[in-house]
């Protein structure tokens, strides 16, 4: 019995290391989402502080989607914007615009609709919130790839452990190991 309880323990830490490498790696990508719409909401800020703001062209949101700018006035209502959602301005949920206005910053993860998973950041500027986004897609697809060479790590790892307590098992009924009893 105390010899696969040490096997076991093995595959337990084993288990729990390779999740842990997941849950680390995966929140480092997702967080590296947050990058390119914080320094487009940063410009922004800037050019409305200069009174040159500029929305440029519109394009429709989808899972491709690259960075994009939405400014929201002091009613919550867009006024301009580089996205659309079928083919108007998205409405970012109130509760987004609030907490950038309360305290300065939001980032969330926003899902207008199935399918399309947006990461976007909020931040204030003279009345109005200026929200800056992108995809999740190419993020999410970075991670099903990480977590399928993390999965077969892990299973190659389980492979060997378990191999090592077959080869054991086996090596002590032929008597070819001392089994630690005294």
């Known amino acids: 019995m105390g010899r696969i309880i040490g096997w076991l323990t093995a595959a337990v830490v084993v288990t729990a290391l390779f999740g842990s490498v997941y849950l680390v790696l995966q929140q480092v990508e997702?967080?590296?989402?947050?990058?390119?719409?914080?320094?487009?909401?940063?410009?922004?800020?800037?050019?409305?502080?200069?009174?040159?703001a500029s929305a440029g062209p519109r394009l429709e949101l989808t899972p491709d989607s690259g960075v994009f700018i939405l400014v929201y006035g002091a009613d919550d209502r867009p006024e301009s914007g580089t996205a659309t959602l079928h083919k108007e301005l998205p409405l970012i949920p109130a509760g987004v615009l609030e907490a950038a206005r309360r305290t300065g910053y939001d980032a969330v993860t926003w899902q207008p609709?199935?399918?399309?998973?947006?990461?976007?950041?909020?931040?204030?500027?003279?009345?109005?919130?200026?929200?800056?986004?992108?995809?999740?897609a190419p993020y999410e697809d970075r991670d099903g790839f990480t977590l399928a060479v993390l999965a077969l790590g892990w299973l190659g790892s389980v492979l060997v452990i378990a191999a090592g307590y077959a080869a054991t098992g086996y090596l002590l009924r032929r008597g070819s190991v001392p089994d630690g009893r005294g």
């Open 113 to 136: 609709e199935p399918g399309l998973r947006l990461a976007i950041i909020a931040r204030p500027s003279d009345g109005r919130v200026i929200v800056a986004g992108q995809s999740l």
């Open 30 to 52: 997702r967080r590296s989402a947050n990058d390119a719409p914080a320094a487009a909401a940063a410009a922004q800020v800037q050019l409305i502080g200069t009174g040159t």
